[in-house]
Each structure stands twice: as structure tokens, then as C-alpha cells.
């Protein structure tokens, strides 16, 4: 028989020795949550994310996506570099006001976080099998068709905030999620509370208007989706309100109070690297292919390509140019976008000439 409380206890340990700051267990059966998901697939909020209609009800169903599954280990880890000063939102607020200036996603800023979290759920669970002995399991982290929010929240992780991401009383909402699926048997820890109560800031933060309701994103309307998911154009009517915003947006999570509770990673994976912080439009906007590929290597940032890279920068330039007076500057910025005018991309131009039609406006 297993000592249900002491191995728990042990998974929290290793949990916390591995960089993660919160280790639970969550119930297979999501069987509830099977309405929303399938009425927010109907209302198309998953936008060209296709692969999503395909999966089905297979993301609520973790014994379908892997046999045998009996229970599941949720972690989150912490992504908000070490060095991030007190008043960290108000310094993003303040980038986000300067149209030049590039604005990456803080999750972004550093190593792809797919691959810290992938590397470390694996070894949590070998040391769970050392532990228990043969042990059949499968580690996620944003990689399959998972409920991953949902599995946090039944496993007492957070709560769901109205944005639809994980809220936790001591970290807020800075962090990533992960899951391995077990064939063990283990007890649920329990769920808690919510505690956003009459608060809408994440609502009304959102430039585009995502948050179609409390707990409702049309994923159509989101810059995340928009500038790393959505591979073709950007709906026209959406692009001012894109602003500098090139790779993400926190927008959401800035404006959530909880997030001044959001912890710093001990982990250097995510310290911003060099370029990606408060760099200027023009000087990522000047990088060739091989450039791109070479300052992204290891970041998540890689997985949308140069094409789309240039298509997102091209917007910002757009709305940079918009929103300067006439001058040197200004000028700089048009002559950088006519230089791409024959790239070999319909996505580009097509983004470039909306970009240098903002001049005139």
C-alpha cells in the first residue's frame, strides 16, 4: 500500500529541488468541464487553431490521450526573471507607451520554456518511479491536447481568473503549467477558492477586447494569438490596437492586482536575453533569416519564423509611424520598411504597405 500523504509530500520536495513551485494532484474525470469546452469550439473563439475541433473532447478526456491513465501530477514554475525590479508592471506599462520600443512577452524574454519544463517534469517523474517502481506516465507542458488550466484548478494549484488563466493567492499568474499523466492511483489535493470577486481590471485592460465575458477569450481577438498562433494576416481593423506589441501581450496579467504577488524564477532559463528586452523596432526589423534564426535559438520565439517575425514587426513600424510627428525619425522608419518593399513574402508586403499607408493617416 502506498502512504498516499508521504508521497505527496515527497513529490512537493523533489518539486521544489527541481525549480517548481507547486506540485498537486488532479482527478481524471473532467467530464464537467466537457460543455464549455465544446460550446467555445462551436463559437469558433479557437480561431485557425483547427488542430484544437480536431482534438475534440479529447483534451477533457486524459485516459484517451493515454491509456491507463488513473491520475494527474500538476506543477507550476515561476517565470519572472530574478533580477525583475519592485514596479515591474508599471516599467512594462510605461514600454507599451513608447512606440518604438519592441514589447516581447515576459515569458518570452528567455529560453523556451517548453523545453525547461518538459526536461524537469521528466525527471520528477523517474524519481516517482525509483519511488514506487514501474510506472507507466507521459509529461505535457503546452504540448498536446490538455485541459491544463482546468487540471491546475481541480488540483488546487489556483483558481481560474476571469482572463481564463491560473490565479494563485502567492504567485498571481506569472507562471507556466505542466501535467504528467501517471497509471497510479493517487489522491486529488484539493481545490481552492476563488478570490477575484467583483474585479474586471483583466477585462478591461485587454486592447482588443478578447475577453468576450468573464472566463470567455475569443482567441480571434488576442494579440497572443494574433502574433504567435494565427498564421495568416492580421484583420486590418485589429492592427492599431496591436500597438508595439510584437511577440505576446500581458496586458491582462498587468493589470491583474494578484500579480503583485508573482515570484521570481531562481532558474537563469529565464532571464531575458540580450536584444529581447526594450530593444527598438528597427534594429529587429533589420535582422536577415539567418539573424533571426541565430538570436532565437532555444526561445519560443523561434516557432513562428522570420516570415511571421517581419509580418507582426511591420504592424508595430505601422503604428509607430501613425502615432510620430514628422522628422528624421520618421523618416528612418519609412526608408527601413521600403527596403523590404520586394520581399519575396505576400504576407509581408501585404503587412509592409499597410504599415506605410499609416504615414499618410
Same mark, same amino acid.
Not at 68 to 94: C, F, H, K, N
Not at 284 to 305: K, M, N, V, Y
Given at each position: 500500500?502506498?502512504?498516499?500523504?508521504?508521497?505527496?509530500?515527497?513529490?512537493?520536495?523533489?518539486?521544489?529541488?527541481?525549480?517548481?513551485?507547486?506540485?498537486?494532484?488532479?482527478?481524471?474525470?473532467?467530464?464537467?468541464?466537457?460543455?464549455?469546452?465544446?460550446?467555445?469550439?462551436?463559437?469558433?473563439?479557437?480561431?485557425?487553431?483547427?488542430?484544437?475541433?480536431?482534438?475534440?473532447?479529447?483534451?477533457?478526456?486524459?485516459?484517451?490521450?493515454?491509456?491507463?491513465?488513473?491520475?494527474?501530477?500538476?506543477?507550476?514554475?515561476?517565470?519572472?526573471?530574478?533580477?525583475?525590479?519592485?514596479?515591474?508592471?508599471?516599467?512594462?506599462?510605461?514600454?507599451?507607451?513608447?512606440?518604438?520600443?519592441?514589447?516581447?512577452?515576459?515569458?518570452?524574454?528567455?529560453?523556451?520554456?517548453?523545453?525547461?519544463?518538459?526536461?524537469?517534469?521528466?525527471?520528477?517523474?523517474?524519481?516517482?518511479?525509483?519511488?514506487?517502481?514501474?510506472?507507466?506516465?507521459?509529461?505535457?507542458?503546452?504540448?498536446?491536447?490538455?485541459?491544463?488550466?482546468?487540471?491546475?484548478?481541480?488540483?488546487?494549484?489556483?483558481?481560474?481568473?476571469?482572463?481564463?488563466?491560473?490565479?494563485?493567492?502567492?504567485?498571481?499568474?506569472?507562471?507556466?503549467?505542466?501535467?504528467?499523466?501517471?497509471?497510479?492511483?493517487?489522491?486529488?489535493?484539493?481545490?481552492?477558492?476563488?478570490?477575484?470577486?467583483?474585479?474586471?481590471?483583466?477585462?478591461?485592460?485587454?486592447?482588443?477586447?478578447?475577453?468576450?465575458?468573464?472566463?470567455?477569450?475569443?482567441? %480571434?481577438?488576442?494579440?497572443?494569438?494574433?502574433?504567435?498562433?494565427?498564421?495568416?494576416?492580421?484583420?486590418?481593423?485589429? %492592427?492599431?490596437?496591436?500597438?508595439?506589441?510584437?511577440?505576446?501581450?500581458?496586458?491582462?496579467?498587468?493589470?491583474?492586482?494578484?500579480?503583485?504577488?508573482?515570484?521570481?524564477?531562481?532558474?537563469?532559463?529565464?532571464?531575458? %536575453?540580450?536584444?529581447?528586452?526594450?530593444?527598438?523596432?528597427?534594429?529587429?526589423?533589420?535582422?536577415?533569416?539567418?539573424?533571426?534564426?541565430?538570436?532565437?535559438?532555444?526561445?519560443?520565439?523561434?516557432?513562428?519564423?522570420?516570415?511571421?517575425?517581419?509580418?507582426?514587426?511591420?504592424?508595430?513600424?505601422?503604428?509607430?509611424?501613425?502615432?510620430?510627428?514628422?522628422?528624421?525619425?520618421?523618416?528612418?522608419? %519609412?526608408?527601413?520598411?521600403?527596403?523590404?518593399?520586394?520581399?519575396?513574402?505576400?504576407?509581408?508586403?501585404?503587412?509592409?504597405?499597410?504599415?506605410?499607408?499609416?504615414?499618410?493617416?
Amino acid at each position: 500500500m502506498i502512504d498516499q500523504s508521504r508521497l505527496l509530500s515527497q513529490l512537493q520536495t523533489w518539486g521544489q529541488q527541481l525549480g517548481f513551485s507547486q506540485i498537486g494532484v488532479a482527478p481524471v474525470d473532467l467530464s464537467s468541464a466537457e460543455p464549455g469546452l465544446l460550446a467555445w469550439l462551436a463559437a469558433g473563439f479557437q480561431g485557425s487553431m483547427t488542430y484544437m475541433a480536431r482534438h475534440g473532447l479529447k483534451r477533457a478526456r486524459p485516459q484517451t490521450l493515454v491509456p491507463g491513465t488513473l491520475s494527474v501530477i500538476t506543477a507550476r514554475m515561476d517565470y519572472l526573471p530574478s533580477g525583475t525590479p519592485e514596479g515591474w508592471q508599471a516599467i512594462e506599462w510605461a514600454r507599451l507607451a513608447q512606440p518604438q520600443t519592441a514589447q516581447v512577452s515576459l515569458y518570452a524574454r528567455g529560453r523556451d520554456y517548453h523545453k525547461v519544463l518538459r526536461q524537469r517534469l521528466e525527471k520528477l517523474a523517474q524519481q516517482l518511479q525509483a519511488q514506487v517502481g514501474p510506472l507507466g506516465y507521459r509529461v505535457f507542458t503546452d504540448s498536446a491536447p490538455v485541459l491544463e488550466v482546468e487540471l491546475a484548478q481541480r488540483s488546487g494549484l489556483g483558481w481560474r481568473g476571469k482572463h481564463t488563466l491560473l490565479l494563485n493567492r502567492d504567485g498571481g499568474s506569472m507562471f507556466f503549467l505542466g501535467e504528467i499523466y501517471v497509471d497510479l492511483p493517487l489522491q486529488p489535493t484539493p481545490p481552492v477558492a476563488s478570490h477575484c470577486g467583483t474585479c474586471h481590471a483583466c477585462v478591461t485592460a485587454c486592447p482588443t477586447q478578447a475577453i468576450v465575458a468573464p472566463y470567455k477569450l475569443d482567441a %480571434r481577438r488576442c494579440i497572443s494569438y494574433l502574433s504567435i498562433e494565427h498564421e495568416g494576416p492580421i484583420p486590418e481593423v485589429l %492592427r492599431p490596437l496591436m500597438g508595439n506589441r510584437i511577440y505576446g501581450c500581458d496586458d491582462c496579467q498587468l493589470a491583474c492586482p494578484w500579480n503583485k504577488y508573482a515570484q521570481r524564477s531562481a532558474l537563469p532559463d529565464f532571464d531575458p %536575453r540580450e536584444g529581447l528586452q526594450a530593444a527598438s523596432l528597427l534594429a529587429l526589423w533589420a535582422w536577415e533569416e539567418g539573424d533571426f534564426l541565430r538570436q532565437t535559438e532555444g526561445s519560443p520565439i523561434r516557432r513562428i519564423g522570420h516570415e511571421r517575425w517581419l509580418r507582426n514587426l511591420a504592424v508595430a513600424l505601422g503604428n509607430a509611424l501613425r502615432n510620430m510627428g514628422e522628422g528624421p525619425a520618421r523618416e528612418q522608419v %519609412r526608408q527601413a520598411l521600403a527596403r523590404r518593399a520586394q520581399h519575396p513574402s505576400a504576407l509581408v508586403r501585404e503587412h509592409l504597405q499597410w504599415a506605410l499607408a499609416q504615414a499618410a493617416d
